[in-house]
């Protein structure tokens, strides 16, 4: 095996960290569990085992199949062209190395990944929206569910938005990002977007974090230094993932100015990030109450009773 695929050698750190957002696309998103707590079974336990779960599985996962796929394109000039530039490297190596029909098998299976990770992740901002809403902050569809206790309108907002976006992609032709298929181009674009945006995400957590020691944790100082180190890991990405932007359409300012305008939204309205963590808050609290009211024998729905 070739295990030059781990080393740094002929690598600028500029690109290294412009990988790493590339990378994130990969374990980022195991905080989506966190959206489900008013639905989890003891989820002060429960919650914190699946985002580390998750994190080792994914982790161990990935590196293997990246190492797997990057010895087999080949690790010279021509096998790392033909890897950056495959539209479906799975099953580029699976027509390769055993046949069409395993080709056809794992082209099947990672549409059918695709459209799981959708659905996913349309539950996730689904279950997020209809949290806000619920509590005031949104549309009052968007904060009632159905009679199967989902919140189907608030989901179904997602995957509109999602198709308008897709159309409209495909009409304009952009992203163009000249990876050699449009595919490629509008995953990477539009993921790295997302990867920028839950980056911040990441860094307020780290940056809160910091405060909580600070201020009510001083016994804890020493171990502030977790996520100071994370703060600049992703500062430093940042900083080199937007040096070398020579649009304002690039995936980095788009990233941005999202978040720009979710800045304005909270400053236009005070109190609403309290409102919100009281929401949160407060799922967390009944998903403990029901889980406790089910094991003394009276149970409890398991969703909200508001329905459409």
């Known amino acids: 095996m070739d295990f030059s695929t781990f080393s740094f050698k002929g690598q600028s750190f500029s690109g290294i960290m412009g990988a790493v957002v590339g990378a994130l696309l990969s374990w980022g998103g195991f905080e989506g569990a966190a959206a489900l707590g008013e639905e989890t079974s003891d989820p002060k336990r429960n919650i914190p085992r699946a985002l580390l779960t998750t994190v080792i599985g994914a982790s161990v996962l990935f590196i293997l199949v990246m190492f ?5 394109f080949g690790t010279d000039a021509a096998g790392v062209k033909a890897f950056a530039s495959s539209g479906n490297s799975l099953a580029t190596l699976g027509h390769t190395y055993v046949g069409q029909w395993f080709s056809l098998v794992l082209s099947f299976t990672a549409i059918m990944s695709a459209f799981g990770c959708m659905l996913g ?4 901002a689904g279950r997020l929206l209809f949290a806000f809403s619920r509590d005031g902050v949104g549309p009052a569809s968007w904060g009632r569910l159905d009679k199967r206790g989902e919140p189907t309108s608030a989901m179904t907002a997602v995957i509109l938005v999602t198709l308008v ?3 409209v992609s495909f ?5 163009a990002m ?3 298929s449009a595919a490629l181009s509008d995953y990477f674009y539009y993921s790295t977007i997302g990867a920028i945006t839950l980056m911040v995400a990441y860094l307020m957590v ?5 405060r909580h020691i600070l201020t009510e944790r001083t016994e804890l100082m020493k171990e502030i230094i977790i996520p100071i180190i994370g703060s600049l890991l992703i500062l430093v990405v940042f900083y080199y993932n937007v040096k070398t932007q020579t649009s ?5 300012f788009v990233a941005f100015a999202i978040m720009v305008v979710g800045l304005l939204i909270g400053v236009a309205t005070p109190g609403i990030a309290e409102k919100i963590n009281a929401g949160l808050s407060r799922d967390l609290s009944e998903g403990e109450g029901k889980n406790l009211a089910a094991s003394s024998g009276h149970g409890q729905p398991p969703f909200p009773t508001t329905e459409v």
């Not at 797997?68 to 087999?72: D, E, F, L």
């Not at 009409?171 to 992203?175: C, E, L, N, R, W």
């Open 248 to 252: 304002w359409l690039a995936a980095p």
């Open 178 to 180: 000249g990876l050699g």
């Open 171 to 175: 009409v304009t032709g952009h992203p």
């Open 68 to 72: 797997a796929q990057s010895i087999g």
């Open 165 to 167: 976006v897709s159309v």
């Open 206 to 210: 780290e940056l809160g974090t910091i």
């Open 121 to 124: 992740s349309a539950g996730t």
